[in-house]
């Protein structure tokens, strides 16, 4: 593919989209994993044949409430093996949905029934975990949105899942192979169309002084998002389903590793006509509108008082680090570092054996998931990982199952997350309770990343 870059400038020229379905609110008894043509791309270019969770990009929206009972039955009309992941929510190891590790691929035409009790309310989402690097790629996600009994007072909320894909202008197809060494080597498969909810010309409208909650989720296999809020006055009030202590107003930008999430309570401050929405940072160092906001009327004559905290969730306490066990993970590999070898398949190999294997990447001497865990805890102990990036990219690393926090330089613990942003040669450390048993992966979020050996998990028993 030459010559050819879909940007956002180019979407705005006056080339409009076709609808797609508005994802379902509520929930339905199946989740079907299928084959299906959607215009992502404006008309004029062809559809993109996609996978997709019953026949959308993304897959609908399951809204439920905190404390309630989920039960999905996945059926797999695809031709290959696939499984759910339910990112970030603390459920039962048995339903995590990482083949190889906590259940089998469900194969072509087979089933599998995810049950399990949601006990955080928050913004999470779900998406396949069988070579996850392509099946995401190809459209395989949809978010979890889930209810606090004790709701925010909010206008609207809305979800904007956040994602690109790389397409040929030619055919409307995803550009492949999905695994091609420049981008398994460097920042990972970043797109060519970046957009919204599946929507490359994403738009609300709503009205002066109104207020919304927007639930942001990068569902991108390597695009870190830079955000502003244009026309808009907003506080944050949670980062990957867990609830801030107090809500912190926006003043900077919102970074957003591939992952992570953040909720936003917004008020919009722009008059009838200006421009609103949220600005993407571009890599000409411009801002752009990648989700307009179209003000009409007004709601109010004058401004409300900052957001109230959303209620804290469960099992949320600080970790207690008198005690702690202390293990290093330094990041090798890539492009423009390289390492000298690492441990594959119980085999030393130097870093050109490693790349003939398809393994450009290792954590603490590991090249990709071994059958046994980088660390081994006993249920209630405390665990603190220092983790030192010397490749020459950023890594967003998550961890299946449970929370974690930072733990800053001068002692202090930062916000639960469960996906953090490691950036080179900045050394930084995360503290969690293992609270939860069972078999939990870690690894970074570029996918493709993931897929060439960063990739390993911590067994809590």
């Not at 409307?172 to 957009?195: A, D, I």
């Not at 330094?330 to 119980?346: I, P, Q, R, Y």
Request: hydrophobic letters at 45%; one cysteine or more; proline letters at 6%.
């Amino acid at each position: 593919m030459t010559g050819f870059s879909i940007g956002r400038r180019a979407f705005c020229a006056g080339l409009a989209g076709t609808m797609l379905a508005r994802p379902a609110w509520g929930a339905t008894d199946t989740l079907v994993a299928q084959k299906a043509s959607v215009q992502l791309a404006p008309d004029g270019y062809p559809a993109t044949p996609v996978w997709s969770y019953g026949g959308t990009i993304p897959g609908a929206t399951i809204r439920m409430g905190q404390g309630d009972r989920l039960q999905r039955q996945l059926v797999n009309e695809l031709d290959v093996p696939t499984s759910v992941h339910w990112h970030g929510i603390r459920i039962d190891n048995a339903m995590d949905g990482v083949a190889g590790l906590t259940q089998e691929a469900v194969p072509p035409g087979g089933t599998f029934d995810y049950d399990f009790t949601l006990p955080d309310a928050g913004t999470y989402w779900y998406h396949a975990h069988t070579n996850s690097m392509e099946q995401v790629a190809r459209g395989l996600s949809g978010a979890l949105i889930v209810e606090e009994a004790d709701a925010p007072d909010v206008d609207r909320d809305e979800v904007l899942m956040l994602g690109d894909w790389l397409l040929d202008p030619d055919t409307g197809g995803f550009v492949e192979p999905f695994n091609h060494p420049m981008m398994m080597s460097h920042g990972g498969r970043t797109g060519n169309l970046v957009g919204v909810n599946g929507r490359y010309d994403f738009a609300l409208t709503a009205k002066r002084h109104e207020r919304l909650r927007l639930r942001l989720i990068n569902s991108a296999n390597a695009r870190i998002f830079v955000l502003r809020l244009q026309g808009m006055r907003g506080w944050t009030v949670a980062l990957d389903g867990m609830p801030l202590d107090a809500p912190e107003e926006v003043s900077d930008e919102i970074v957003l590793a591939p992952a992570q999430r953040a909720d936003l309570i917004v008020d919009i401050t722009a008059d009838e006509g200006a421009p609103a929405g949220l600005l993407m940072w571009m890599d000409d160092d411009s801002w752009e509108a990648l989700a307009e906001v179209k003000v009409s009327g007004q709601s109010a004559t004058t401004p409300r008082p900052a957001p109230a905290a959303l209620p804290a969730n469960p099992r949320t306490a600080l970790p207690d680090l008198s005690e702690a066990r202390s293990l290093d993970m330094v990041m090798e590999g890539g492009a423009m570092a390289g390492m000298e070898s690492a441990m594959f398949e119980g085999e030393r190999l130097g870093f050109r054996a490693l790349i003939e294997k398809g393994q450009f990447w290792a954590l603490a001497g590991q090249a990709g998931r071994t059958e046994t865990p980088f660390a081994d805890l006993a249920l209630g102990e405390v665990l603190r990982i220092r983790l030192e990036n010397r490749t020459a990219f950023p890594h967003g690393m998550h961890l299946h199952g449970m929370h974690f926090r930072e733990v800053r330089a001068d002692g202090s613990f930062g916000p639960l997350r469960d996906t953090i942003l490691s950036v080179p040669d900045e050394p930084l450390e995360i503290a969690f309770t293992a609270d939860n048993p069972g078999k939990w992966l870690f690894h970074c979020h570029m996918l493709a990343h993931a897929a060439s050996g960063m990739t390993t998990w911590i067994n809590v028993t």
